[in-house]
């Protein structure tokens, strides 16, 4: 079983960049899948970006690459998100998400089990 709490959120102005956190404790970090989503009001939970147990491969929402990078540091059981250029469209709460995997990097939301209380991005025009 594993915690997760997510920080680095707030209000950023079109085009800021922010970096957002997610610390894990509990159990192996190394043999979690982690992946970032995001929800905005009214919406469904969406697949942000995720990377594999070893941090060798990420997988990116269309919408996001090359503005988001996903990067994870096994030893410091923490996972992060840089987003750059950040845009209107991206304000939403950012929740960090973990499942245990072998080999997979994208994971269907479905299939997360452990998640964080989430953290608001809100981005102005």
């Known amino acids: 079983q594993v915690q997760l709490v997510e920080s680095g959120g707030g209000l950023v102005q079109a085009g800021d960049s922010l970096r957002l956190s997610c610390a894990a404790s509990?159990?192996?970090?190394?043999?979690?899948?982690m992946a970032w989503f995001r929800q905005a009001p009214g919406k469904e939970r969406e697949f942000v970006a995720a990377?594999?147990?070893?941090?060798?491969?990420?997988a990116y929402a269309d919408s996001v690459k090359g503005r988001f990078t996903v990067s994870r540091d096994n030893a410091k059981k923490t996972v992060y998100l840089q987003m750059n250029n950040l845009k209107p469209e991206d304000s939403a709460v950012y929740y960090c998400?973990?499942?245990?995997?072998?080999?997979?990097?994208?994971?269907?939301?479905?299939?997360?089990?452990?998640w964080g209380q989430g953290t608001q991005v809100t981005v102005s025009s």
């Open positions: 998400a973990a499942q245990v995997s072998a080999l997979a990097t994208y994971i269907p939301r479905s299939e997360y089990t452990y």
């Open positions: 509990g159990s192996t970090f190394s043999l979690y899948v």
């Open positions: 990377v594999a147990r070893s941090a060798g491969n990420t």
